[in-house]
């Protein structure tokens, strides 16, 4: 398989923020297809992190798509804080909306709609939304926890995701979140993903730039058999 068919995504909570603006560059240089926002309130999971204010001065110095990542309880308490257009990817939890259809349905109006589902979320929970998402995104570790290695089970998952898009001819790309490196990245896209979330485990790795990190990449995802 060729690395074209495959979308990047690089999480900025871990680039290096003292030269963030050097970084932004190299990301646009290196053909990355998306800043990846995590956003949380300290509810669903126990840490803060990037604020709106943050984040939209990013997306002014940035041509690149954005996916927004919100780990927070009712996110639509969020969603009017973030300049948003129509090539950008809002992702919002499934444990953590109450009224899940109706938030998908607002959130179209305005950019590409995702649902995240935290690793013990079974897949089933998708099925009577299917219709109103662009993305699915499935967390590979648990949420909050930094360093984790990839649970297992998260590939079956995957794989059954991708079934069921496929048996119901649904055009919905398959984000993995969490460990995802030039190791797990062959697993991950024969399980059926198709765009890569990117931090601290594959791109932005000590002692090494961001374009030798996305070279081993490449060369992990061309290993994989079409």
Known sequence: MSYKNIKFSASILSADWLNIGKQLNELTENQIDFIHFDITDGNYISDFTLGSQIINSIKQVSNL?????????EPMRFYNNFNLNKNDVFTIHQETSKNLHKNLIEIKKNCKVSVALAPSTPIEHLEYILDEIDNVLILTVNPGYMSEKMLPQIIKKIEKLKNLIEDNSLDIS????????????????????????????????DSKSIGNCMDEIKKSIDKVKS
């Open 65 to 73: 798509k954005n996916h927004y990542h919100l780990m927070v309880e």
């Open 174 to 205: 398959i984000t993995v979140d969490g460990n995802v490196s030039s190791e797990t990245i062959p697993d991950f896209i024969q399980a059926g993903a198709d765009t890569l979330v990117l931090d601290s485990s594959g791109l932005f790795v």
